[in-house]
């Protein structure tokens, strides 16, 4: 008899047990922009940041103002425009690197010197920079 209750307790907790595992696994979407890179929601890249940092992490590759160099291809190029690569690309390669596909340069090392925050301010700078060539 006492197993009985026992029996009707623990199956009437069983919800309640499978809902707090069921909280546990629920999706955070703060770390799963951090796992792709990106900033906090609603964080929007500054430009004027975005040239300082480019300049430094990026121009020995992409070029002085994303026009390509020796080591890397042009940014501010049809293949990159956003309907094309749009802007989570740039944040996985920087957090990756990229393998060697559409050009003949090697591949790109991942660029850790660079926040997902910094990488939304060179998007901005580079999107910006598309936009004056008219790459859109
Ligand atoms: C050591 C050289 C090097 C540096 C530094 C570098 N890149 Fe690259 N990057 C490359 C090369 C090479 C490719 C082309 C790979 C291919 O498609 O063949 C590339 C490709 C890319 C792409 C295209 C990704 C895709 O999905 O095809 C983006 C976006 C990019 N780089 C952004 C950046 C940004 C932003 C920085 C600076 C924070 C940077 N790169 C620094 C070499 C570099």
């Known amino acids: 008899m006492i197993t009985a209750v026992y ?18 696994r629920q999706p955070d979407p703060e770390q799963g922009r951090r796992n792709l890179h990106l900033p906090k929601a609603g964080y929007v890249g500054e430009e004027a940041k975005g040239s300082a940092l480019y300049t430094r992490y990026c121009a020995s590759c992409h070029g002085r103002g994303g026009y390509g160099s020796e080591q890397g291809p042009p940014l501010v190029h049809k293949t990159y425009r956003p ?6 690309a740039f944040h996985l390669a920087v957090k990756n690197g990229v ?3 559409h050009w003949h340069f090697g591949h790109m090392p991942p660029i850790p010197g660079v926040t997902p925050e ?3 301010d060179i998007v901005a700078y580079v999107r910006k920079q598309q ?6």
Do not use: N, W
């Open 7 to 24: 029996r009707f307790v623990f199956i009437l907790s069983l919800p309640v047990l499978l809902g707090l595992v069921g909280c546990d």
């Open 83 to 88: 309907a094309h690569h749009h802007d989570l």
């Open 99 to 101: 393998k060697q596909h």
């Open 118 to 120: 910094g990488t939304s």
């Open 131 to 136: 936009r004056q060539a008219g790459v859109e």
